[in-house]
C-alpha cells in the first residue's frame, strides 16, 4: 500500500522560518515531489528530491532520507501570499511513475 | 514554462447528464497524461493515467464505464462524467508528463464540476 503523511495544519507569522514534515511509505520510491496549491487553483512545482540531502531554491529548500522514509520542506522569511496548501508526492517506480500524493498540509502566515 | 490549459474552466450540470473535460497540452507532446480529483480540503487523488493511443489505466475503486477517458492525441485528453450524480462534484485536474522528461508533471487549471 502507499501511506504518505503530513500534518493537515500548519501557523506562521511573516518573515519566520517554517519546516513541513512528510514521511511516507511507498511500494516505490523515485523521487519526491513538493507542490504548492492556492485554494481552488492547480498545484505548483516547488521542488524535486532524488537523493538524500538538501536542495535549496530560494527561500525554499527541501529535503529527503530516503532511508527513512522523510523528507520535509522549508519555507524562509515567510510571506503572507505563502498561506496555501502543500503537497508532498512520491513518484513511485510501479506501473507508468505515478505521483501518489500525501494528505497535504494547509499553512497561515499571520501578520 | 509549460502550459496545460483544460476547458471547462467550470461547469454545473444536472443529475443524469454527462460532462466532457478536455485537457490540453500547449507545449509540447504528452505521451502520458493524468487525471486527479480533488474534494474540498484534501489532497489530490489519481483517478486514471492516460496513454495515447491506449486504453487508460484506473486506478483502484474508480469505475472505468462512468469516468471515460479518451487520449486522441499526444496533445489531448478527454475525460467524460457520465450520468453524473451529486458525489461527483469535485475539482477535476489534469497534469501532463514531458516526452522524454525529465519526469515532472505540470498540472492544468482544474475544471470545477457541480453535480445539481
Known amino acids: 500500500g502507499q501511506n504518505i503523511d503530513q500534518p493537515t495544519e500548519m501557523t506562521a507569522t511573516e518573515g519566520a522560518i517554517v519546516q513541513i514534515n512528510c514521511t511516507y511509505q511507498?511500494?516505490?520510491?523515485?523521487?519526491l515531489f513538493w507542490y504548492q496549491q492556492h485554494a481552488g487553483e492547480a498545484p505548483t512545482f516547488l521542488s524535486y528530491n532524488v537523493l538524500d540531502g538538501l536542495e535549496e531554491k530560494g527561500r525554499f529548500s527541501s529535503f529527503l532520507s530516503r532511508s527513512k522514509g522523510y523528507s520535509y520542506l522549508l519555507l524562509k522569511e515567510l510571506q503572507m501570499k505563502d498561506s496555501a496548501s502543500y503537497l508532498c508526492?512520491?513518484?513511485?517506480?510501479?506501473?507508468?511513475?505515478?505521483?501518489?500524493f500525501g494528505t497535504g498540509t494547509r499553512l497561515l502566515v499571520s501578520p | 514554462g509549460a502550459v496545460v490549459s483544460q476547458h471547462p474552466s467550470w461547469v454545473i450540470c444536472k443529475s443524469g447528464t454527462s460532462v466532457k473535460i478536455e485537457c490540453r497540452s500547449l507545449d509540447f507532446q504528452a505521451t502520458t497524461m493524468f487525471w486527479y480529483r480533488q474534494f474540498p480540503k484534501q489532497s489530490l487523488m489519481l483517478m486514471a493515467t492516460?496513454?495515447?493511443?491506449?486504453?487508460?489505466?484506473?486506478e483502484q475503486g474508480v469505475e472505468k464505464d462512468k469516468f471515460l477517458i479518451n487520449h486522441a492525441s499526444l496533445t489531448l485528453s478527454t475525460l467524460t462524467v457520465t450520468s453524473a450524480h451529486p458525489e461527483d462534484s469535485s475539482f477535476y485536474i489534469c497534469s501532463v508528463q514531458k516526452r522524454g522528461g525529465p519526469y515532472e508533471q505540470y498540472f492544468g487549471p482544474g475544471t470545477r464540476l457541480t453535480v445539481t
Open positions: 492516460s496513454n495515447e493511443g491506449s486504453k487508460a489505466t484506473y
Open positions: 511507498t511500494s516505490g520510491f523515485n523521487g
Open positions: 508526492a512520491v513518484e513511485t517506480n510501479t506501473g507508468f511513475q505515478k505521483l501518489v
